[in-house]
């Protein structure tokens, strides 16, 4: 199986602040990693697909990068409703997909 | 409105067996690839099984053997038959759909139902 590891798993900011969490792949998945947050009580969101492309109807603010086992999920100025909880999943396999620990986003 | 509404949660002993329900509206779970991903007390999102649209299904290793994925076309539902429940199964239990068309990853998940496997 492919392991996702997520970094850091709790990250304290600042509205307005700009913020990056990692996620790293055990092996190659190529650009198959989404990202999405999750509030607690709801269902997970997805925001970023395929590494870098925009979900509808998500803010700009959001953006993701990388390829190969490295990727990076960045908000380039927190607002207030940003504040959760980040998963990066893998999916080069449907049947195989795993998700990372998360990354709590908390208001400093 | 594209929406999917889970139902069938509770509180189970150990070894009993629970079926979850997955309702679909405004699109048809036989034409997609559907999955459950599940989230323990606390813990993060751990993927459980997906069924394509072709029929063919796959677990997780935790739940192969013990549980089932499933559809009924003509209630354009998807199920989770759960058997031999563990203690370990306790958690919120999600549906969620895979866009085949755009992103390939999963962009509608219900709320979620809650499953509790204890004496």
């Known amino acids: 199986d492919i392991q996702m590891t997520q970094s850091p798993s709790t990250l304290s900011a600042s509205v307005g602040d700009r913020v990056t969490i990692t996620c790293r792949a055990s092996?190659?998945?190529?650009?198959?990693l989404a990202w999405y947050q999750q509030k607690p009580g709801k269902a997970p969101k997805l925001l970023i697909y395929k590494a870098s492309s925009l979900e509808s109807g998500v803010p700009s603010r959001f953006s993701g990068s990388g390829s190969g086992t490295e990727f990076t999920l960045t908000i380039s100025s927190l607002q207030p409703d940003d504040f959760a909880t980040y998963y990066c999943q893998q999916y080069i396999s449907y049947s195989g997909n795993t998700f990372g620990q998360g990354t709590k986003l908390e208001i400093k | 409105e594209v929406q999917l509404v889970e139902s069938g949660g509770g509180l189970i002993q150990p070894g009993g067996s629970l079926r979850l329900s997955c309702a679909a509206s405004?699109?048809?779970?036989?034409?997609?690839?559907m999955s459950w991903v599940r989230q323990a007390p606390g813990k993060g999102l751990e993927w459980v099984s997906v069924l394509y649209s072709g029929g063919n299904t796959y677990y997780a290793d935790s739940v192969e053997g013990r549980f089932t994925i499933s559809r009924d076309n003509s209630k354009n539902t998807l199920y989770l038959q759960m058997n031999s429940l563990r203690a370990e199964d306790t958690a919120v239990y999600y549906c969620?759909?895979?866009?085949?068309?755009?992103?390939?990853?999963?962009?509608?998940w219900g709320q979620g139902t809650t499953v509790t496997v204890s004496s």
């Open positions: 092996q190659s998945i190529s650009s198959w």
């Open positions: 405004g699109f048809t779970v036989s034409s997609n690839y």
């Open positions: 969620a759909k895979w866009n085949l068309v755009g992103s390939n990853a999963l962009d509608v």
